[in-house]
């Protein structure tokens, strides 16, 4: 799958760390779903985690990512 000049540029940008921590705990479960399937389908399996990972922390119990903070 070729992945546009653009696109890559996002990604690049979007799965660093510091992006990361400080977008997706304000992301709503399908947000973070979204900007996660973006980056499974172009094969980011590890960037796709850390932003569910991240936003997880934010939801509250009941929520698709919740869980402890431990």
Do not use: K
Not at 7 to 21: M, Q, S
Not at 41 to 61: F, G, K, M, V
């Amino acid at each position: 799958m070729m992945t546009s000049p653009a696109l890559t540029r996002f990604l690049d940008t979007w799965e660093a760390v510091d992006t990361i921590d400080e977008i997706a705990h304000q992301l709503t479960c399908d947000e973070a779903d979204s900007v996660a399937a973006l980056f499974e389908a172009n094969n980011r399996l590890d960037s796709a985690q850390s932003w569910i990972d991240a936003h997880s922390y934010a939801d509250d119990e009941g929520d698709a990512h919740w869980r402890t903070t431990d």
